[in-house]
């Protein structure tokens, strides 16, 4: 999807910096994965280069298309690999230079560090020093999970954009209305989503039934044994899991204290999901969840995820005593 859907809170201030031919050298994109970062600088660097000026629309034009299908030569990207480690000074001094050539192609370079927290201290260091001095012509997008993990001299010299969670009525429209869903399913989704519709457009290659099955059958009576087969997925695959495995235990809770189905995001479940709410105390499924909110943003700053994994299968097998 090129463009953004329930986010004009977010675009109608940048809709007013393009008017005004004002824009600030630099910014800084925040909101988790899912939400719309990447698609919303691409929709920038569409708007700063297209022959229509339109913003967050379809639009033929030749800069627009060059944008969208990522050969445009005024536009880079780094950190596409979400697996990467670290972004590298390195890369931080190839993209100075390239930035110090003439535009050659629109009226603006444009660079996007994509998860930029991911940035070593020497990078960061000689990125501070790039947003203290900007070259001429050149736009900078920083786009991050969590503003927190960015230090802080960088984030008071970027234009802030914190990307805001769509209503569950919202994202079950646009996945029927827009993608062609299934209405049932596209109602799984939106509550999985928490809001995002990037998460709710990944639904379906992330077969959620067999997900809750997987947890209930195998990990959460081995938790040790059934985490071991994660400790060598990629750290994006880990904390997809991770994700799934709170909205479990979340419905866990839920039932175990109310016991209706009408507020759980699967509404279906069977006899391992009851047997599972009766045993679990409500008090340690939720200290697993504060658990699993400290290991995802544990995941994020790079920590082995083997060791997060071995430190949440360890705190599970004990409650689970």
Same mark, same amino acid.
């Given at each position: 999807?090129?463009?953004?859907? #329930? ?15 004002? =824009? ?6 925040? #909101?988790?994965? #899912? ?17 229509? !000026?339109?913003?967050? $629309?379809? %639009?033929?034009?030749?800069? %627009? /298309? ?12 780094? !950190? =596409?690999?979400?697996?990467? *480690? ?6 931080? /001094? /190839? ?22 927290? &991911? ?31 960015? &230090? ?20 079950? $429209?646009? =996945? ?12 799984? @989704?939106?509550? %999985?989503?928490? !809001? ?8 379906? +290659?992330?077969?959620?039934? $067999? ?16 985490? $071991?087969?994660?400790? !060598?997925?990629?750290? *994006? ?17 839920? *039932? ?7 507020? =759980? *995001? ?14 679990? +105390? ?15 943003? @544990? ?15 360890? @705190? ?6």
């Amino acid at each position: 999807m090129n463009r953004l859907i #329930g986010q004009e809170t977010v675009l109608e201030p940048l809709r007013e910096l393009l008017k005004s031919s004002r =824009l600030p050298t630099s910014f800084v994109i925040a #909101g988790p994965a #899912g939400s719309g970062k990447k698609t919303l600088a691409r929709i920038l660097a569409r708007a700063v280069h297209c022959s229509e !000026g339109r913003l967050n $629309e379809d %639009c033929p034009c030749n800069p %627009c /298309h060059k944008i969208e299908t990522g050969i445009h030569p005024e536009v880079r990207w780094i !950190g =596409l690999d979400e697996e990467q *480690y670290s972004i590298k000074i390195e890369e931080i /001094h /190839h993209l100075m230079n390239w930035a110090s050539f003439k535009v050659m192609e629109g009226n603006k370079k444009i660079f996007i560090l994509n998860r930029a927290e &991911r940035m070593t201290e020497e990078a960061a260091n000689a990125l501070l020093k790039t947003l203290e001095e900007p070259p001429a012509d050149t736009l900078i997008f920083l786009l991050i999970e969590n503003p927190a993990n960015l &230090r802080q001299t960088l984030l008071s010299r970027c234009f802030k954009i914190k990307m805001r969670p769509l209503t569950f009525k919202t994202v079950r $429209e646009v =996945l029927v209305n827009e993608f062609g869903w299934d209405p049932e399913e596209a109602g799984l @989704a939106a509550k %999985c989503s928490q !809001g995002w519709l990037g998460r709710g457009l990944r639904f379906k +290659d992330e077969n959620f039934t $067999e997900m809750r099955k997987l947890f209930l059958e195998e990990i959460l009576p081995q938790p040790v044994i059934g985490f $071991e087969r994660w400790a !060598g997925k990629k750290r *994006y695959e880990i904390s997809k899991a991770l994700r799934f495995l709170a909205l479990l235990l979340r419905d866990l809770a839920v *039932y175990r204290e109310t016991r209706n189905a009408d507020f =759980l *995001y699967q509404e279906s479940f069977g006899a391992e999901f009851e047997r599972w709410s009766a045993r679990l +105390d409500t008090d340690a499924i939720l200290e697993l969840l504060n658990l699993i909110d400290e290991i995802q943003a @544990a995941l994020e700053d790079n920590v082995n995820p083997k060791i997060a994994l071995s430190r949440l299968s360890t @705190a599970m097998a004990f409650l689970m005593l």
